[in-house]
T-cell receptor
Framework: AQSVTQLDSQVPVFEEAPVELRCNYSSSVSVYLFWYVQYPNQGLQLLLKYLSGSTLVESINGFEAEFNKSQTSFHLRKPSVHISDTAEYFCAVSGMDSSYKLIFGSGTRLLVRP | NAGVTQTPKFRVLKTGQSMTLLCAQD?????MYWYRQDPGMGLRLIHY???????AKGEVPDGYNVSRLKKQNFLLGLESAAPSQTSVYFC?????????????FGPGTRLLVL
């Protein structure tokens, strides 16, 4: 079984400042890792994912995450945030069995202030 | 393509009433999932389907039933609604082949059980 921990329920930050959203996971088997973003009153959208290969993955809007197997972490970072990045961010893991079920963390609300 | 759609968008039920939530996808995806989202708990998997005519239990299946009679539709039923089922329900779908692990989410159905 897998589990995901997002320790920070809310992260306030000023516009143009850097941000890191933390994600740690637990699993006895290899996993795929994901970050999803949810804007107010909308469904979830995939931000980025790690399946294999390079441990550093990037999104098209400037976010990046690094898979660290030894620390079982997949933290999300952005060097300079914008007001429009205000949203809730969910880290998720999926086992490699045939169901590909997602196990989500409890979410981190990123609040970007001007 | 409309992607993943959900009906209704919002519903109020009285305790003991029944209802069906409809999820439809036009991407010819094999896998479909139903999640519920509650504050501070992220998304939890209710039921899922790996193909037409198949269903399986997720993390929190009690009080819900599902059916996948057509590949493009995945129905979630509440036979006797309870206040504990007040939540936002999300449907998701994904392709069946390996390497296509991204799940695509609908906009959600907000359910209030009085």
């Amino acid at each position: 079984a897998q589990s995901v921990t997002q320790l920070d329920s809310q992260v306030p930050v000023f516009e143009e400042a850097p941000v890191e959203l933390r994600c740690n996971y637990s699993s006895s088997v290899s996993v795929y890792l994901f970050w999803y973003v949810q804007y107010p009153n909308q469904g979830l959208q995939l931000l980025l994912k790690y399946l294999s290969g390079s441990t550093l993955v990037e999104s098209i809007n400037g976010f990046e995450a690094e898979f660290n197997k030894s620390q079982t972490s997949f933290h999300l970072r952005k060097p300079s945030v914008h007001i429009s990045d205000t949203a809730e961010y969910f880290c998720a893991v999926s086992g490699m069995d045939s169901s590909y079920k997602l196990i989500f963390g409890s979410g981190t609300r990123l609040l970007v202030r001007p | 393509n409309a992607g993943v759609t959900q009906t209704p968008k919002f519903r109020v039920l009285k305790t003991g009433q029944s209802m069906t939530l409809l999820c439809a996808q036009d991407m010819n995806h094999e896998y479909m999932y139903w999640y519920r989202q509650d504050p501070g708990m992220g998304l939890r998997l209710i039921h899922y389907s790996v193909g037409e005519g198949t269903t399986a239990k997720g993390e929190v299946p009690d009080g819900y039933n599902v059916s996948r009679l057509k590949k493009q539709n995945f129905l979630l039923g509440l036979e006797s609604a309870a206040p504990s089922q007040t939540s936002v329900y999300f449907c998701a779908s994904r392709r069946g082949d390996s390497g296509q692990e991204t799940q695509y989410f609908g906009p959600g159905t907000r359910l209030l059980v009085l």
